[in-house]
């Protein structure tokens, strides 16, 4: 078996979650770490190789010198360049984290760069693998008039985060940066939207210097198949805990989900109501990669393509417009 030749570009907090798993998967051979702190990418390639792997600070070279099949981003939304061109134009498959930019120029380019070469993309959706989600989206997919349904669904934490996370700026907000993991899933869910509106207000966060993020929004999504859903989050909840959850309602069925591995079933349109427990422990974030790894070898597309990261961040951006302008904004089908 070949293996896989694969890069970091992004060496920070979040990027250790795929090299612990990179490094323990056979088919995959870490070869080399970018950061523009050095350090950073020094401290990855002792964790992750015993200091077998390349340290650059400049990705083109990463990408120049280091010959790889597969390449995980994990940039801070801001700092998205032209890594995934470059990407495409020496053939790398490609993990890249969401949200995958901060204007639709750019995610659109991307989209572009990655259909052209025929590399493999996989956006870092990871929810969407869930075993309740999963089976929620089969029930769908099998049910025989068209899927329509309600979701009602929370995010919810309070920290700081790093400096370029509360700068809308630099994330482009809670709802683009964090949330667009649940818009993410509406999409999933329900196809694509065709109007939203959303409220959001720093609440919590004024006295704090640089906080120019919103901490509080709600968000009315309806979609072109007739569904509707609510989002509403904050980052003004409980210290240390990030809770998210969502209820989906549809004619013969009503699911809370937990998280997206978990979730009770009830068949409201039965006589007595029967219950169901879907319990999932797999890891996510693991999930992704093995499928991308499968697309690779199997040469079929991911389970998330880079349309996705395109639409849902089309979906979010225009919720933070509709809050900036206080109007509905029409979202065109793709
Ligand atoms: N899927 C998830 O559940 C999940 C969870 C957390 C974060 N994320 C995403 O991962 C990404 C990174 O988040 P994080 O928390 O690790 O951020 P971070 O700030 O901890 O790490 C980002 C790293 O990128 C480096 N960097 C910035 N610009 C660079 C450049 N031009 N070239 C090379 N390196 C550069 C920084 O020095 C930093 O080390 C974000 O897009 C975030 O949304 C996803």
Not at 42 to 57: A, V
Not at 73 to 93: K, S
Request: net charge negative.
């Amino acid at each position: 078996m070949k293996q896989l030749r694969t890069g970091i570009i992004g060496c920070g907090h979040f990027a250790r979650k795929h090299a612990a798993h990179l490094s323990a998967i056979e088919e995959v051979n870490l070869v080399g770490f970018c950061d523009k702190d050095a350090e950073r990418a020094i401290s990855y390639n002792e964790q992750f190789t015993q200091r077998k792997g390349s340290i650059f600070t400049d990705y083109q070279e990463l990408f120049s010198d280091m010959d790889l099949d597969l390449v995980y981003i994990c940039l801070p939304p801001f700092a998205h360049g032209n890594e995934v061109e470059l990407a495409c134009q020496h053939g790398v498959n490609i993990l890249i984290e969401k949200p995958i930019a901060l204007d639709m120029e750019q995610a659109n380019s991307m989209a572009k760069h990655v259909h052209a070469s025929g590399v493999k993309c996989q956006v870092g959706f990871m929810y969407r693998f869930g075993k309740a989600a999963l089976e929620f989206r089969r029930y769908l997919q099998e049910s025989s008039s068209e899927p329509k349904g309600f979701m009602l669904g929370r995010y919810a934490c309070n920290s700081l985060h790093s400096n370029w996370w509360r700068s809308r700026e630099h994330s482009g907000g809670q709802l683009v940066e964090q949330v667009i993991h649940l818009l993410d899933m509406s999409r999933y869910f329900f196809g694509e939207p065709i109007k939203v509106f959303s409220l959001q207000d720093n609440l919590f966060h004024r006295d704090v210097e640089s906080y120019t993020n919103e901490d509080v929004s709600a968000t009315v999504i309806q979609f072109a198949s007739g569904s509707v859903a609510t989002i509403a989050a904050t980052n003004g909840a409980i210290p240390n805990r990030w809770e998210y959850d969502w209820r989906l309602v549809t004619k013969e069925v009503t699911a809370d989900f937990s998280d997206s591995n978990n979730a009770t079933f009830y068949q409201t349109a039965q006589e007595g109501v029967p219950t169901s427990v879907i319990s999932g422990k797999d890891d996510l974030y693991l999930a992704e990669t093995m499928d991308l790894l499968e697309a690779i070898r199997e040469n079929r597309e991911t389970f998330v393509p880079i349309d996705e990261g395109v639409r849902s961040l089309n979906l979010a951006l225009s919720a933070t417009l509709s809050a900036q302008k206080e109007t509905p904004i029409n979202i065109s089908l793709p």
